[in-house]
């Protein structure tokens, strides 16, 4: 994505892309993405370049510009793009929160590793190994 500041100052010039959901010839759906330039000026053009980046959601209103122009081999070109006159900004997978990892708890050694571990006991309760 380029800017192109136009002689208005805070003017950009960004291209949006679009998905479009049409039927096939098979009848299942299939998605097209279309690319459209858009122009932001003023104070919207800074939130929109300080803002928004690449993959996230937008919802922008305003008006189609047509422009018609000739290439010099002579062909007429029509060129449409999107004047932007309010933006607003949505919720998008970048902004959400990284979850901290949880710390792992110290796992507990072992009983034949704990040096404070009980003796042998036998079905009564009392040391299998007498010392005497």
Do not use: C, W
């Not at 136009?6 to 003017?11: C, E, L, Q, V």
């Not at 932007?84 to 990892?101: D, G, T």
């Not at 708890?105 to 034949?112: C, H, N, R, T, V």
């Amino acid at each position: 994505m380029r800017d192109a500041v136009g002689p208005t100052r805070g003017a950009t010039g960004r291209v949006i892309a679009t998905p479009i959901y049409q039927k096939n010839s098979d009848g299942g759906s299939e998605e097209r993405t279309h690319f459209v330039p858009v122009m932001v000026f003023g104070r919207t053009a800074e939130i929109f370049l300080k803002h928004v980046h690449k993959g996230d959601m937008v919802h922008l209103v305003g008006r189609l510009d047509s422009n018609e122009y000739t290439t010099s081999s002579g062909e007429k070109r029509l060129l449409l793009s999107f004047i932007v006159e309010q933006l607003h900004l949505l919720p998008n997978e970048r902004a959400k929160p990284q979850a901290k990892p949880q710390p792992k708890a110290p796992a507990e050694k072992p009983p034949e590793d704990n040096p404070r571990r009980k003796p042998d006991l036998n079905e009564y309760d009392e040391p299998n190994k007498i010392p005497f």
